[in-house]
């Protein structure tokens, strides 16, 4: 069975910095392009990042460009997300999520993690 | 611009017809996807590639293209259908933008 699950989420204060988490397993991992998204509380679903299978290519929304890193550790199976200099617009449900393969859908899904940023 | 415009919401009686656009300009040179996403639950692909349809999702579930637009129908709506909507495109490397979201209610 194919899952991602992420953890990392938690309370901080602005200006600070968190990293996520996301652990593959059910699929060989290091063949796919992962993608972070987030969901603002009673928002709708925003973009992050997305990183190629061999991790080497990342892009980023523009919101997040310059303080959100997206990274991958193919012998561990995980997808991470370095988050800093946090700002309370941040806060969200942050998902990871696969890329389907020859595409740019997006699979298969975490169930996400929340992130609060307030002080 | 990869901005793309869903309408907020669709309301629908059970057994009749949604439909729900998705624009953008970028959709006329990039495949478009869709989300439904139920409360409290994370997103599911239910079409790729602009019309196709992932194993599993219902065939009540379609959608189609015409220049920068993409429409998705839900036919013979059902109560297990409303939830929140979601289109996707995304340029060659991977960079994604999602629509706004249309909440889809069952009355």
């Known amino acids: 069975q194919e899952k991602l699950a992420e953890s990392g989420g938690g309370v901080v204060q602005p200006g600070t910095s968190l990293r996520l988490s996301c652990d593959a397993s059910g699929f060989r991992f290091s063949s796919y392009a992962m993608h972070w998204a987030r969901q603002a509380p009673g928002k709708g679903l925003q973009w992050v990042a997305v990183?190629?299978?061999?991790?080497?290519?990342?892009n980023y929304a523009d919101s997040v460009k310059g303080r959100f890193s997206i990274s991958r550790d193919n012998s561990k199976n995980k997808l991470y997300l370095q988050m800093r200099n946090l700002r309370p617009e941040d806060t969200a449900v942050y998902y990871c999520?696969?890329?389907?393969?020859?595409?740019?859908?997006?699979?298969?899904w975490g169930q996400g993690t929340t992130v609060t940023v307030s002080s | 611009s990869h901005d793309l415009t869903q309408p907020p919401s669709v309301s629908v009686s059970p057994g009749q017809t949604a439909t729900i656009t998705c624009s953008g300009d970028a959709l006329s040179r990039q495949y478009a996807y869709w989300y439904q996403q139920k409360s409290g639950q994370a997103p599911v692909l239910i079409i790729y590639?602009?019309?196709e349809r992932p194993s599993g999702i219902s065939d009540r579930l379609s959608a189609s293209t015409s220049g920068t637009t993409v429409t998705l129908t839900i036919s013979e709506a059902q109560p297990e259908d409303e939830a929140d909507y979601y289109c996707q495109t995304a340029d060659a490397t991977g960079a994604s933008v999602f629509g706004g979201g249309t909440k889809v209610t069952i009355l």
């Open positions: 990183l190629r299978f061999d991790g080497s290519n990342q």
């Open positions: 590639e602009n019309t």
């Open positions: 999520a696969r890329e389907r393969g020859g595409s740019y859908a997006l699979d298969v």
